[in-house]
């Protein structure tokens, strides 16, 4: 298929992700990251859509990233917004893992890419 190869970008190998941790990375410039809940390695936008801050400085606590500056909570799953003040969801992306890599998709989930 061509340009299918363009769509996920390889970020790192997948046994360096520890439970909880935050690791950035960055995608055509811009800041994303990613963690591990259990068997389970989740990527989301780096900058939270409340105001500007970094998602890296935040924390993990079950499946939910909290914003470092005012608290907002985004499950990792979908990037519903679990607590205020933010109210825009946070985009998430597509993980996969290939030959012990991990792969993050290039756009958010739900965007054609068209
Ligand atoms: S900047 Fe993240 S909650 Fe305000």
Known sequence: MPGSSDDYVRVMPVDEIAEAEIYEF?????PRILTRVGDEIFACDGICTHEY???AEGEIEDHVVYC???????DLRTGAVTSL????PLPIYDVKIEGGQVFVSRRPRGESGA
Do not use: I, K, N
Request: net charge negative; no cysteine.
């Open 26 to 30: 960055e995608v055509d410039g811009e």
């Open 53 to 55: 801050a970094e998602l």
């Open 85 to 88: 003040p933010a109210v825009t």
């Open 68 to 74: 470092p500056l005012h608290g907002s909570g985004f």
